[in-house]
């Protein structure tokens, strides 16, 4: 098991928006936390990660306890992370985006370079020396992941990556995940697009006013209409 989260509370101010969240994910797997806007998935993947200043529960990344942790310290440990913000550097071209993502080879982990990520981005191979902030928003998310996987990180947490973008980028991006599955990445990605869901992920966890409704299978989501109609329906 590479990340373990148990009975995780998160607070912005004096309010408690995660209510003893608990999750876990092992290597070379895609885990989806699904919830309607505002259920708490991006807080979650805040809290793991220690952008949250008020937590409390644990949190094992890799054998490691990291609750008290700074982030960077987090992040060097291998655990990357995509915010739903695109921040990329709009100055910096591509290549200059992935080289300052650039930290040494891991042992037992995907390592990856510029190439391989062209690979993985068609659309980045494209537009390597173009600056950032002329990019279109599709491809600045692709840049954004490809800087974390520049890291060469054991599991990489995504949040919203699907979101606002056309049809094709979507298949895109879903292809590009399932390759990373593929070479032994572990990979945490919050939705909404429960479809987005079902074409990358293995396991689910719905979670609900901060609270974990439903753990299981893909396919045992899929197949019960009572859970998605009580946690997904708009």
Not at 85 to 108: C, K, M, Q
Not at 113 to 141: C, I
Not at 176 to 195: D, F, P, S, T, Y
Not at 197 to 210: M, N, P, V
Request: proline share 5%; charged share 25%.
């Amino acid at each position: 098991m590479m990340l373990a989260v148990k009975s995780l509370c998160g607070y912005y101010g004096q309010a408690q928006i995660l209510n003893d969240v608990s999750l876990d994910a092992m290597q070379g797997e895609v885990v989806a936390l699904i919830g309607r806007n505002g259920a708490g998935k991006s807080t979650t993947l805040k809290a793991v990660i220690g952008l949250e200043a008020r937590r409390k529960g644990s949190v094992i990344f890799d054998g490691c306890e990291v609750i008290g942790k700074p982030t960077h310290e987090i992040v060097r440990m291998g655990l990357g992370y995509v915010p739903e913000e695109r921040r990329i550097f709009s100055d910096l071209t591509v290549e200059e985006n992935l080289a300052v993502g650039r930290r040494p080879p891991r042992p037992y982990t995907p390592q990856w370079t510029p190439e391989t990520l062209y690979a993985l981005f068609p659309n980045l191979a494209e537009a390597r020396k173009r600056p950032g902030g002329r990019m279109s928003g599709g491809e600045q998310q692709m840049l954004t992941i490809a800087r974390s996987l520049m890291g060469n990180p054991m599991m990489l947490m995504l949040d919203e990556p699907s979101e606002g973008l056309s049809p094709k980028i979507v298949e895109q991006m879903a292809s590009a995940i399932l390759r990373m599955k593929a070479e032994g990445l572990g990979i945490v990605v919050c939705e909404q697009n429960l479809h987005f869901a079902k074409l990358i992920s293995d396991r689910a966890y719905i979670i609900e006013k901060g609270e974990i409704r439903y753990g299981g299978t893909m396919a045992e989501l899929a197949a019960d209409d009572e859970v998605r109609n009580t946690y997904l329906a708009v």
